[in-house]
């Protein structure tokens, strides 16, 4: 089906208090996993395109894969755009067909990204796109440790890992959240349709470990009344029991991602989660044909490995089984297609 804008799914789920996942389109096998996964799981999902995809794959091919992988979809598809770094860029995503935009105005002073974050608005709702737009900022791991502290880091027991983060990024990880005082204004003043909310996330982690903080999302939820989007979610803890068995232990005002769904988040992002489980299941495929000459068969059991990760997400944030019909029939309509 043709592409649909992200407006269109996440009123929906914040109505219904579930959240949309959002993928990154960093490859075909990547597109293909994620939309094999919302088909299997008859989820709606959003592919997105990151400053490193439109780097690595340039932002025209990048959007025919996903727009050409997503006609041929039996599921609703929006193709947004990640951390938008300017107003050209966001109207060159927006001449190119992209159905949903994202201007990230954090490192810039809070006029500033107000004054970018209104015009893009004004363009996109011009012709009925939405717009996300970021307050307070996300960071990312190789803020706080280089690759060396990272895999000593990583070589310990979980509970370690968030102790020792608390101690190392805590503090300014805090001091970068979205100050919900400020929200109102920033949403009445840009016109935003979604807010990307600094709430405790890291972009970037190594594994699922992080916490949320509950009362942030809440005062800020309750200050817009927007769908809020979670960033960085790959390093975010997912459920009680996942922090029970990992020793991990989360302060009242910390919540799981599970949790943060549940209290107002209506999109998720995971990238290096995806990414990580695609190299793991072809790194194992390599380790056991190590003569094979056919890049696809190796390819392949790394696509699998993300596409069952994004369905455990799916089915995580509630949004499996939110569109009519089966995986058995969209594949026998696309049978009969051919
Ligand atoms: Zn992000």
């Given at each position: 089906m043709p592409l649909v804008t992200s407006k269109e799914l996440l009123l929906d789920a914040q109505k219904q208090g579930y959240a949309v996942g959002a993928f990154n389109a960093n490859n075909l096998e990547c597109i293909k996993a994620v939309i094999e996964a919302a088909e299997e799981e008859r989820a709606p999902v959003i592919l997105q395109i990151s400053q490193g995809a439109i780097k690595y794959a340039g932002l025209r091919m990048a959007t025919t894969m996903v727009k050409t992988i997503a006609d041929e979809a039996s599921v609703p598809v929006v193709l947004h755009l990640d951390h938008g770094t300017s107003f050209l860029q966001n109207v060159q995503c927006l001449h190119v067909g992209f159905t949903s935009l994202m201007y990230d105005?954090?490192?810039?002073?809070l006029d500033t990204n107000i004054e970018t974050s209104a015009k893009i608005v004004e363009i996109a709702h011009a012709v009925g796109l939405p717009v996300e737009a970021e307050l307070g900022k996300i960071p990312k791991i190789e803020d706080y440790v280089d690759a060396k502290q990272a895999d000593e880091l990583r070589a310990k027991p979980a509970s370690e890992q968030v102790s020792e983060l608390r101690k190392i990024a805590g503090a300014s990880v805090e001091k970068l959240m979205a100050d919900p005082s400020q929200a109102e204004h920033f949403v009445k003043s840009t016109g935003i349709d979604f807010l990307a909310a600094a709430v405790g996330s890291i972009h970037g982690?190594?594994?699922?470990?992080w916490p949320l903080r509950r009362d942030r999302i809440e005062e800020l939820r309750n200050a817009t009344n927007l769908p809020l989007v979670c960033h960085g979610s790959s390093g975010v803890i997912r459920t009680r029991a996942d922090a029970e068995a990992k020793g991990i232990e989360l302060a009242p005002n910390e919540c799981t991602l599970e949790e943060a769904v549940k209290i107002g988040i209506c999109k998720v992002n995971v990238a290096t989660a995806v990414s990580m489980a695609f190299l793991k299941g072809a790194w194992e495929a390599w380790q056991t044909r190590r003569t094979e000459k056919d890049m696809r068969k190796i390819l392949l059991p790394g696509l699998q490995s993300a596409k069952e990760l994004i369905r455990g997400y799916m089915r995580l944030f509630g949004?499996?089984?939110?569109?009519?019909?089966s995986a058995a029939v969209a594949a026998s309509e696309v049978k009969h297609a051919e």
């Amino acid at each position: 089906m043709p592409l649909v804008t992200s407006k269109e799914l996440l009123l929906d789920a914040q109505k219904q208090g579930y959240a949309v996942g959002a993928f990154n389109a960093n490859n075909l096998e990547c597109i293909k996993a994620v939309i094999e996964a919302a088909e299997e799981e008859r989820a709606p999902v959003i592919l997105q395109i990151s400053q490193g995809a439109i780097k690595y794959a340039g932002l025209r091919m990048a959007t025919t894969m996903v727009k050409t992988i997503a006609d041929e979809a039996s599921v609703p598809v929006v193709l947004h755009l990640d951390h938008g770094t300017s107003f050209l860029q966001n109207v060159q995503c927006l001449h190119v067909g992209f159905t949903s935009l994202m201007y990230d105005g954090s490192a810039e002073p809070l006029d500033t990204n107000i004054e970018t974050s209104a015009k893009i608005v004004e363009i996109a709702h011009a012709v009925g796109l939405p717009v996300e737009a970021e307050l307070g900022k996300i960071p990312k791991i190789e803020d706080y440790v280089d690759a060396k502290q990272a895999d000593e880091l990583r070589a310990k027991p979980a509970s370690e890992q968030v102790s020792e983060l608390r101690k190392i990024a805590g503090a300014s990880v805090e001091k970068l959240m979205a100050d919900p005082s400020q929200a109102e204004h920033f949403v009445k003043s840009t016109g935003i349709d979604f807010l990307a909310a600094a709430v405790g996330s890291i972009h970037g982690m190594w594994a699922d470990i992080w916490p949320l903080r509950r009362d942030r999302i809440e005062e800020l939820r309750n200050a817009t009344n927007l769908p809020l989007v979670c960033h960085g979610s790959s390093g975010v803890i997912r459920t009680r029991a996942d922090a029970e068995a990992k020793g991990i232990e989360l302060a009242p005002n910390e919540c799981t991602l599970e949790e943060a769904v549940k209290i107002g988040i209506c999109k998720v992002n995971v990238a290096t989660a995806v990414s990580m489980a695609f190299l793991k299941g072809a790194w194992e495929a390599w380790q056991t044909r190590r003569t094979e000459k056919d890049m696809r068969k190796i390819l392949l059991p790394g696509l699998q490995s993300a596409k069952e990760l994004i369905r455990g997400y799916m089915r995580l944030f509630g949004s499996s089984g939110r569109v009519a019909g089966s995986a058995a029939v969209a594949a026998s309509e696309v049978k009969h297609a051919e």
